[in-house]
């Protein structure tokens, strides 16, 4: 494509070195590129058993919360609610959200003293593993977020209620996805684990040696996860249509690596990449008008137009044409990960011997037709075959909320 929109400008090695430098650097200095945040989170012990924990999820469109235990038969979920995450249609206050999570932990804590907070937005984690909120993403808006302590501000809602002081972990999604798989019966088949999330966001976490961490200045050979904020790496080559939408979102020039390859926003690059080729004649009038009308194009409907099922106005040959764009700029996505996931295995050296644990949630992998497929295809000819590296994908249904009960029961 000329307009710089095709797959194989992110050329496998040369943006997984990029990546790998950017990680670097984030150990060793405060930087916004790979940030590399340390998240004072252990996850090499067994978890306890037959200890209750209180989770939250405030996650990139769903809010939850359950009581989560870990048992022999393996592990047990209760009261599990859902519903939309407050600040997605419409803005909403910090201290309505705050409120609004103590009415949904409240019920659970005649049963344990224990919270994990899973909030998926950049955060700065404290050494007591509170997080201190530095901006919002995704398009959600919470007014007064930046700056305040979660944790210390969901204690002193519960407190003013008559509650008492709990213990809360707070984490990223990404760690909690990481934990989640951790937690496994069989985690000893593993050589290492990787936490990746791609679904309304995309992120990744792993676990490095405290020496290795050097902002730290510790000593110490203890272990502990480290969570990328990898949205943030700008390294990938960008077309005229990232640039076109960067450009009318009001967070123009940040996070742009997951503006590249998340559900958030992978429909609309297709949707402006398909208005583009319609102003240059290449879909039929009664396809171009169907596109230019589209005020919006959401992931899963781009990702199954790129499967073939597009709208009857579509021509053969439109189809064919929106076919072969969406389809690149979803293999684009999978490549940006799979450069993400290997400059990993690089930097870990893991994956030699026992294979890798990659726990991976979000709709995007879950859901999508093409991306998995897309980025297990990738991982398997770069980190398999040319870097030699061993691993396995695994997800499922509630990894996040098993994890951050993980994170609050280890820590």
Same mark, same amino acid.
């Given at each position: 494509?000329?307009?710089?929109?095709?797959?194989?400008?992110?050329?496998?090695?040369?943006?997984?070195?990029?990546?790998?430098?950017?990680?670097?650097?984030?150990?060793?200095?405060?930087?916004?590129?790979?940030?590399?945040?340390?998240?004072?989170?252990?996850?090499?012990?067994?978890?306890?058993? @037959?200890?209750?924990?209180?989770?939250?999820?405030?996650?990139?469109?769903?809010?939850?919360?359950?009581?989560?235990?870990?048992?022999?038969?393996?592990?047990?979920?209760?009261?599990?609610?859902?519903?939309?995450?407050?600040?997605?249609?419409?803005?909403?206050?910090?201290?309505?959200?705050?409120?609004?999570?103590?009415?949904?932990?409240?019920?659970?804590?005649?049963?344990? !003293?224990?919270?994990?907070?899973?909030?998926?937005?950049?955060?700065?984690?404290?050494?007591?593993?509170?997080?201190?909120?530095?901006?919002?993403?995704?398009?959600?808006?919470?007014?007064?977020?930046?700056?305040?302590?979660?944790?210390? !501000?969901?204690?002193?809602?519960?407190?003013?209620?008559?509650?008492?002081?709990?213990?809360?972990?707070?984490? @990223?999604?990404?760690?909690?996805?990481?934990?989640?798989?951790?937690?496994?019966?069989?985690?000893?088949?593993?050589?290492?684990?990787?936490?990746?999330?791609?679904?309304?966001?995309? @992120?990744?976490?792993?676990?490095?040696?405290?020496?290795?961490?050097?902002?730290?200045?510790?000593?110490?050979?203890?272990?502990?996860?480290?969570?990328?904020?990898?949205?943030?790496?700008?390294?990938?080559?960008?077309?005229?249509?990232?640039?076109?939408? !960067?450009?009318?979102?009001?967070?123009?020039?940040?996070?742009?690596?997951?503006?590249?390859?998340?559900?958030?926003?992978?429909?609309?690059?297709?949707?402006?990449?398909?208005?583009?080729?319609?102003?240059?004649?290449?879909?039929?009038?009664?396809?171009?008008?169907?596109?230019?009308?589209?005020?919006?194009?959401?992931?899963?409907?781009?990702?199954?137009?790129?499967?073939?099922?597009?709208?009857?106005?579509?021509?053969?040959?439109?189809?064919?044409?929106?076919?072969?764009?969406?389809?690149?700029?979803? !293999?684009?996505?999978?490549?940006?990960?799979?450069?993400?996931?290997?400059?990993?295995?690089?930097?870990?050296?893991?994956?030699?011997?026992?294979p890798v644990c990659i726990s991976a949630d979000g709709s995007l992998f879950k859901k999508s037709a093409q991306f998995r497929p897309m980025l297990e295809k990738h991982m398997?000819?770069?980190?398999?075959?040319?870097?030699?590296?061993?691993?396995?994908?695994?997800?499922?249904?509630?990894?996040?909320?098993?994890?951050?009960?993980?994170?609050?029961?280890?820590?």
């Amino acid at each position: 494509m000329r307009h710089g929109m095709n797959a194989d400008r992110v050329e496998l090695e040369q943006y997984s070195k990029a990546f790998y430098g950017c990680m670097r650097r984030g150990l060793d200095e405060k930087q916004e590129l790979v940030p590399m945040i340390p998240t004072y989170l252990r996850g090499e012990a067994q978890v306890p058993q @037959n200890r209750k924990a209180a989770v939250i999820d405030a996650g990139g469109t769903n809010y939850r919360t359950a009581l989560v235990s870990f048992e022999e038969s393996g592990c047990r979920l209760e009261k599990l609610e859902r519903s939309q995450m407050p600040g997605t249609t419409k803005p909403a206050e910090w201290q309505e959200f705050i409120a609004r999570t103590a009415d949904g932990i409240e019920p659970l804590l005649s049963q344990t !003293d224990l919270i994990g907070f899973c909030f998926s937005y950049p955060a700065e984690v404290t050494p007591d593993i509170d997080s201190r909120v530095l901006s919002l993403t995704k398009q959600v808006k919470l007014i007064g977020a930046e700056g305040r302590l979660l944790g210390a !501000d969901l204690n002193a809602e519960l407190e003013r209620r008559g509650l008492g002081k709990k213990k809360i972990v707070v984490l @990223n999604d990404t760690p909690a996805t990481l934990l989640g798989g951790s937690a496994l019966p069989d985690k000893g088949k593993y050589g290492g684990f990787i936490g990746m999330v791609a679904g309304t966001g995309v @992120n990744t976490c792993c676990m490095l040696p405290e020496e290795k961490i050097g902002k730290l200045c510790s000593i110490s050979s203890e272990k502990m996860l480290i969570n990328l904020e990898s949205g943030s790496f700008d390294g990938f080559p960008r077309g005229d249509f990232d640039l076109e939408l !960067d450009a009318a979102l009001p967070d123009t020039g940040h996070y742009i690596g997951e503006k590249l390859c998340s559900g958030a926003y992978l429909g609309e690059v297709c949707r402006y990449t398909l208005q583009g080729a319609a102003r240059e004649g290449l879909l039929s009038e009664q396809a171009a008008k169907y596109i230019f009308n589209l005020d919006r194009l959401d992931t899963p409907t781009a990702d199954s137009w790129g499967t073939g099922k597009l709208p009857e106005c579509f021509s053969e040959a439109d189809r064919g044409t929106a076919v072969y764009i969406i389809r690149e700029l979803f !293999d684009r996505a999978a490549r940006c990960m799979c450069c993400n996931l290997s400059a990993i295995l690089h930097l870990t050296g893991e994956g030699r011997e026992k294979p890798v644990c990659i726990s991976a949630d979000g709709s995007l992998f879950k859901k999508s037709a093409q991306f998995r497929p897309m980025l297990e295809k990738h991982m398997a000819n770069y980190a398999g075959e040319k870097l030699g590296r061993k691993f396995e994908f695994i997800t499922g249904e509630e990894l996040t909320l098993l994890g951050t009960a993980a994170a609050v029961l280890l820590n």
